[in-house]
Each structure stands twice: as structure tokens, then as C-alpha cells.
């Protein structure tokens, strides 16, 4: 057998089998807050604590991103996929549609932290990583809050559509 790549098609119709919990990921900017939704958010490692997520290097966002000494990590409740889904509509002022359904305000280094997330980690970018057309970036957080009801679900992503546990 030869470990040749699988197609993109296949490999987009398994990675679709996979849940992940939904996350938007904000940054201050050069031009005004930005932000993207991710399901590629995990973490990396508890001694220090660590975080990634990947963006598409041809993202409208990376610029933000990749000039960013800090970003607020978003998991969304199963109440906010309007939210998961202005964060993920390509070719939109994101801020200004997300402020007809919520509201936001601006946290440590001017990071954008929108309000009743399930839970938000601020963090330090501390690397990028190449991995072929997206970018790994590790983080570093600085500071966590998590809602305190209980029986507040995650936002899940699995197979094409938003769904909750």
C-alpha cells in the first residue's frame, strides 16, 4: 500500500463525520475589530496551558490575525448559532451585522469580547505554525470566564449543520 493524500473531496466528506464545538475567534485589528467562526479550536497543552486553532491563510481575516498579539476565544452556547453564522458569512462587516443580534465590548490589549458566551479565554498569540494552505496558531491563555448555568449547551458543528449535545 502507498500512503499517497486521499482526495479533497473524500477528505472533506470524513472530517464531516467529526463534531466540534463551535467557537468565533475575535482580534483588535488594524482596521476595527475582527473575528471568524472556528471549529478547529483544542487545546495543546496544560504545563504552560495552551490553545490553537487554524485559519485559512487566504482568510479575509489572517491579516488581523497575523499582525495580533491577542485574541479572544468565543465557545458559543446552542442559543448563538445566528452568531456562529455571521462570524462565518465571507464578505460582510462581521462586527456591525453580530451588533443587530448582540452585543460586544473590549477586553485586555483591546481584544473584542462579545457578551453571553458560554465561555471566552483570552490569549497571548505566542506562535504560528505553516500547515500547507492554513496556519496553526498556538496561544497562551491569559485570562478565562465561563457562564455559570449548568445546563447551558455547547454549539456543536457535525455534519454540515449546527446542532447541540
Known amino acids: 500500500m502507498t500512503l499517497a493524500a486521499i482526495d479533497d473531496g473524500?477528505?472533506?466528506r470524513v472530517?464531516?463525520?467529526?463534531?466540534?464545538?463551535?467557537v468565533v475567534v475575535?482580534?483588535?485589528?488594524?482596521?476595527?475589530?475582527?473575528?471568524f467562526t472556528a471549529t478547529s479550536f483544542t487545546s495543546v497543552s496544560l504545563d504552560p496551558p495552551l490553545v490553537s486553532f487554524c485559519l485559512a491563510k487566504a482568510a479575509s481575516v489572517w491579516?488581523?490575525?497575523?499582525?495580533?498579539?491577542?485574541?479572544?476565544?468565543?465557545?458559543?452556547?446552542?442559543?448563538?448559532?445566528?452568531?456562529?453564522?455571521?462570524f462565518a458569512t465571507p464578505g460582510i462587516d462581521r462586527f456591525a451585522e453580530?451588533?443587530?443580534?448582540?452585543?460586544w465590548h473590549r477586553g485586555p490589549a483591546g481584544v473584542p469580547l462579545l457578551d453571553d458566551s458560554l465561555?471566552?479565554?483570552?490569549?497571548?498569540?505566542?506562535?504560528?505554525?505553516?500547515?500547507?494552505?492554513h496556519?496553526?496558531?498556538?496561544?497562551?491563555?491569559?485570562?478565562?470566564e465561563h457562564h455559570d448555568d449548568a445546563d447551558a449547551a455547547p454549539l456543536v458543528y457535525h455534519d454540515g449543520a449546527y446542532t447541540a449535545l
Do not use: K, W
Not at 26 to 35: I, M, V
Open 63 to 86: 491579516p488581523s490575525v497575523s499582525a495580533a498579539t491577542a485574541v479572544a476565544v468565543h465557545v458559543l452556547t446552542a442559543d448563538q448559532e445566528p452568531v456562529a453564522r455571521v
Open 135 to 144: 496556519m496553526i496558531v498556538i496561544a497562551s491563555p491569559v485570562h478565562a
Open 98 to 103: 453580530y451588533e443587530r443580534i448582540g452585543a
Open 15 to 22: 472530517l464531516r463525520r467529526h463534531a466540534a464545538a463551535v
Open 10 to 12: 473524500l477528505f472533506r
Open 26 to 35: 475575535t482580534t483588535a485589528g488594524g482596521d476595527g475589530p475582527a473575528g
Open 119 to 133: 465561555a471566552v479565554l483570552i490569549c497571548r498569540i505566542v506562535n504560528l505554525v505553516e500547515a500547507g494552505d
